[in-house]
């Protein structure tokens, strides 16, 4: 089976463009989550979904920041506008909702850098 | 956010040796998980704990749930070259959702 999907693997970006990340989850998983790496701060979560309703987006850091589930296969992240603080990789993971069941797979990154 | 104290932050060692590290946290955890990432790539999930006392092996990693719920640890036995990457502890609070803390990650350096 095929894991999480994102694409594109690697944006160079200018400060002040609109940048936006794409993730595919696993099918038939039905909670999504978007984290951010970097050196600094590790992973952090940024925001996640549930059956495409998002239940908490208190890591999102601004209101530049934007995420979407129009479906239960796919999910953006948006940066408008984007600055160099937010070169990081941005990372997608889902798993599937279950009790006591919590096991995220992700997917291998977007490595964001705007210059 | 918080954080889980995870340690140590780095090992150097030979191949052939055991590996130890282990995450603590202050407040009582129901799921503890372990993952390791290579360069450019994603956290890969290793092992997934989810009662207090558990011992769970994958291979040569065994990983254990602490009896206070406050911690666990991972082990590495016969370290091999392809060991080497950087291993995070994630855990899910006690009655909260389904997010997950993770720890700052230990980096392991296997020498042949």
């Known amino acids: 089976d095929a894991g999480v999907i994102q694409s594109p693997r690697h944006e160079v970006t200018e400060m002040g463009q609109e940048v936006t990340l794409r993730c595919k989850p696993i099918s038939g998983h039905n909670s999504l989550f978007w984290y951010r790496q970097t050196m600094m701060r590790g992973l952090e979560l940024l925001i996640y979904f549930n059956n495409n309703v998002p239940i908490d987006d208190s890591g999102m850091p601004e209101d530049r920041f934007s995420a979407k589930m129009p479906n239960a296969s796919f999910s953006t992240l948006k940066i408008q506008p984007s600055e160099p603080r937010d070169s990081a990789v941005y990372f997608c993971?889902?798993?599937?909702?279950?009790?006591?069941?919590?096991?995220?797979?992700f997917g291998p990154g977007t490595r964001l850098t705007v210059t | 956010g918080q954080q889980l104290n995870q340690s140590p932050q780095s090992m150097f060692i030979q191949e052939g040796e055991d590996v130890s590290m282990n995450c603590t946290s202050s407040?009582?955890?129901?799921?503890w998980l372990w993952y390791k990432q290579d360069p450019g790539e994603g956290p890969v999930l290793l092992i997934a704990?989810?009662?207090?006392?558990e011992l769970t092996s994958n291979g040569r990693l065994t990983a254990q749930f602490g009896i206070t719920r406050k911690d666990s640890f991972l082990n590495i036995s016969a370290s091999i070259p392809s060991d080497v990457g950087i291993y995070f502890c994630?855990?899910?609070?006690?009655?909260?959702?389904?997010?997950?803390?993770f720890g700052k990650g230990t980096k392991l350096t296997v020498n042949p």
């Open positions: 994630a855990g899910r609070r006690q009655g909260g959702s389904e997010k997950l803390v």
């Open positions: 407040s009582i955890f129901n799921t």
């Open positions: 704990l989810y009662k207090a006392g």
């Open positions: 993971a889902s798993s599937v909702r279950l009790a006591g069941d919590h096991e995220q797979y």
